[in-house]
């Protein structure tokens, strides 16, 4: 067990929906990271968040968006689903910002199915 | 931006032999590299990691080795047993702030 949690662990919603995938980093860690996860491949960063703020984009499409708030869970919000859309999603953290870089505890993951 | 690139996608060895994963990076700037393990259905697992002014990290079967010349590192695992078979996934941060991933490579460690 990391110590990272994320609720819920499976979803499954229609075509054009919004959801909210909700993340708790470790405790005292300041970084979230969002990343994408599709059927069989690798992990796509999508958004960093340290201490309220956003640190870096990576691939993160205009339909997402992000925020961490003062207690420092992370939620990210996906609305108008498309079938692409059905991924794992992995929230990690870290102690700190990237510079030293940190190691990132990833959390179990979100199954999205979008149908 | 940075694009890492990883081979192979699939490896296959008897159990007791070694496996070598390579990945190459774009950017020199790339200053940070971990090494992931990934089982099936689980969370990514940090298994190591080498930053850029040091050539060589070991820990125990695994060792990752880093040439910045050429931009490329390799995880080594020796002596692999069944229990090492699952996906592992090389990483490059880039611009200090944005994490790259391989595209994953599946070993199966034959009992």
């Known amino acids: 067990d990391s110590g990272v949690t994320q609720t819920p662990k499976h979803l499954i919603t229609a075509t054009g929906q919004r959801v909210t995938l909700r993340c708790s980093p470790r405790s005292g860690d300041l970084s979230v990271y969002w990343y994408q996860q599709s059927l069989d491949q690798g992990l796509q960063f999508l958004i960093q968040?340290?201490?309220?703020?956003?640190?870096a984009k990576g691939n993160i499409l205009e339909r997402f968006s992000a925020q961490q708030f003062p207690d420092l869970h992370s939620e990210l919000n996906l609305s108008s689903l498309e079938l692409g859309d059905s991924a794992l999603y992995f929230c990690?953290?870290?102690?700190?910002?990237?510079?030293?870089?940190?190691?990132?505890?990833f959390g179990p993951g979100t199954r999205l199915t979008v149908l | 931006g940075e694009n890492v690139e990883q081979h192979p996608s699939t490896l296959s060895v008897q159990e007791g032999d070694s496996a070598v994963i390579k990945c190459t990076y774009s950017d020199s700037a790339s200053n940070y590299f971990p090494w992931y393990k990934q089982e099936l259905g689980k969370r990514p697992q940090l298994i190591i990691d080498i930053r850029s002014n040091v050539g060589e990290k070991k820990d125990q079967r695994i060792a990752v080795t880093l040439n910045k010349t050429a931009k490329h590192f390799s995880l080594h695992i020796t002596e692999t047993q069944p229990e090492d078979s699952a996906v592992y996934f090389c990483a490059a941060l880039y611009n200090f702030n944005k994490f790259y991933f391989g595209s994953g490579t599946k070993l199966n460690v034959k009992p």
């Open positions: 968040y340290y201490n309220g703020e956003e640190r």
């Open positions: 990690a953290s870290s102690p700190h910002g990237n510079s030293p870089a940190d190691e990132q505890f």
